[in-house]
Each structure stands twice: as C-alpha cells, then as structure tokens.
C-alpha cells in the first residue's frame, strides 16, 4: 500500500452503534475517529423491517449516521457493519468432510431451516466455512452465517444514500478476532480463547495461529455467569483468556479468575493500532476500550 486508505466500522446491538474509523498506511493503523450512539431504530426487531416504510427507515437512519460523523470527525464512506442482532444467524454443525462445495452450500441451507427462529431460509445469504477438520473421522467443523437479504438490502441503501459503499457485513466477533490476532501475535499457536460477552449470552472461539478453529453461543442460564463460563473454558482447555464487548469489565475478569488457573485479561484492541491523543474523544474511547474491539477488527479489513 503506497497511499492512506481509511476505513469506517459499524458494529449494530440492538439500538446501540459503535463505530471506529482506521487509516491504513505503509506505517500501519492509526484510529482516526470512534464514537457510539443510540439508534432510534431497534436493530433486533425484525418485524421492523419487513414492515411497509423502508425509504423513511433508511432515511432515519442515513441521517442519524451523518449527523454522528460529523460530530466524531469521519471522513470515510467505505462501510462495514458488524452484526449481532436477529439479522444474522451463526451456526456451529459436523459435516462430512468428503462433501463438495456445492453440497456443503446445499446441507447448509438445509441446517439453516432446522433452525427454529428461520422461517424462510431462502431469505438469508448464507455462507459456511470449515473451521476445523478431523482426518480419522471425516468429520469437519463447519460455521453457517446467515445474514437477512432485506438487512443487507437496507445497509446498502442507506450506504447509498451517504454517498458511499457497503464493503463488508459479518459477525462482529469475527471482526474481534481479526483486532486480536493483529494486536497480540505473541498468542501464536497457543489455544487462545475469545470472549464476547453481553447481558444475554456470550460467544466464544478457540482461536490458533491466527484461524478460528471453534465457536460457540450461548445463552447465560445459571445465577453465576462466571461459573458457567469458566465450565466452558476448560472444556476447550485454552492457555489464555481474552474479554472484549460493551459489558465487560475489571470486576468481570477478577470473577473468572476465581475458577480458572490461566491468565485472564481484557483485549486491548489498540495495543498495536495507534490511538492519538489528538483524538476528539480520546478519554472515552481510551476507558472504554474494550468496546471498540470488533469495530477495530473490522475497520481493518480493506477488502
């Protein structure tokens, strides 16, 4: 890269927007602007969206992302969206390790409508891509993402209509892995576990050498998250533990490290990514830091 590209992130939870700008230069990445703010629009509700009125949703919408900014200082009009909300469906399956692509694209769809909240699989573009493989047994570990065709339909016009471009729609904790994997190559070939965590679940993946190699969701269902967590880790029988997301705190760390025996932290999405002082918000962004992961992951990507 000869030139200073910049790249817009947006991750959509429910009505909350995160956003991160990144400049990509020969020099590497530098935050150019971040900032969150309350949608009027609920995300989640997917009834919304099937509703008549889209041009005004899209309208509302534009509009909101203008005006947020112009008041954090974006520049860009190359758009990704991270998502995680009912718009998109991630699921975690066995598959034959001997079918072809286009079989796996077919036995995905099929997995897609088993699945009790999808009513009509074919309203998602759906993609599968094979985290691990076991060679004994044929036996692959494959992740579906299915995103909502009338929500990518939506991002794209409001994309539009902000004079820009809607490069990317993924999972926002894949983003996180990205932003984790750059910041933290020490982990390696360690078995590193990620962790997002909001008041309702937490979604986790095994991540080595840089690849996914397991993922899960999983609703909090006992009165201590943090037992329940802690079963799962070492279930996967990780080195380390990485925390990132809207919720996670110092207090949430300390909790976990009373029933595991390995390090435990919050992931520093800017460790290795320049966060500048001159920043309009740099206080904010810098206490919240955690928060940004996804969207740094994210805003990374150029493709």
């Keep these: 890269m000869k030139t200073t590209e910049r790249h817009i992130a947006l991750i959509l939870e429910e009505s909350q927007v995160t956003a991160v700008e990144i400049a990509h230069s020969p020099k590497g990445y530098t935050l150019t602007a971040a900032g969150t703010f309350a949608s009027s629009l609920n995300f989640d ?7 008549p009125g889209s041009a005004q949703r899209e309208k509302t919408f534009s509009q909101e992302l203008d005006s947020f900014f112009k008041k954090i200082g974006c520049g860009s009009r190359s758009f990704a969206f991270g998502l995680n909300s009912k718009m998109i469906v991630v699921q975690t399956i066995p598959t034959d390790g001997s079918l072809s692509d286009s079989e796996l694209n077919q036995h995905s769809l099929w997995e897609l409508s088993q699945y009790a909240l999808v009513k009509n699989p074919n309203a998602f573009s759906v993609s599968a891509m094979i985290l691990d493989s076991n060679a004994e047994t044929q036996v692959n ?3 579906i993402v299915a995103v909502r065709k009338m929500f990518v339909n939506f991002l794209a016009s409001v994309c539009k209509q902000l004079n820009g471009n809607l490069n990317i729609v993924d999972v926002d904790h894949f983003g996180a892995e990205n932003a984790l994997v750059f910041n933290y190559p020490e982990i390696g070939a360690k078995r590193t576990l990620l962790v997002g965590a909001d008041e309702n679940s937490f979604v986790a993946s095994v991540v080595i050498n840089g690849e996914t190699k397991n993922l899960v969701t999983t609703e909090w269902s006992t009165e201590n998250d ?3 967590l802690a079963d799962y880790v070492k279930q996967v029988d990780v080195h380390a533990v990485y925390f990132h997301g809207r919720i996670v705190s110092s207090a949430m760390v300390a909790s976990l490290k009373q029933f595991v025996s390995i390090p ?4 520093n999405p800017f460790k290795k990514v320049a966060l500048p002082h001159s920043l309009r918000n740099y206080s904010e962004v810098e206490n919240r830091k955690q928060e940004y992961a996804s969207a740094v992951g994210l805003a990374m990507r150029a493709e």
């Excluded at 509700?45 to 099937?50: A, I, K």
């Excluded at 435990?264 to 992931?267: A, L, S, T």
């Design 45 to 51: 509700d997917q009834d919304l969206f099937t509703q």
């Design 141 to 143: 570990t494959t992740v």
């Design 226 to 228: 943090m037992a329940q």
């Design 264 to 267: 435990v932290e919050i992931m």
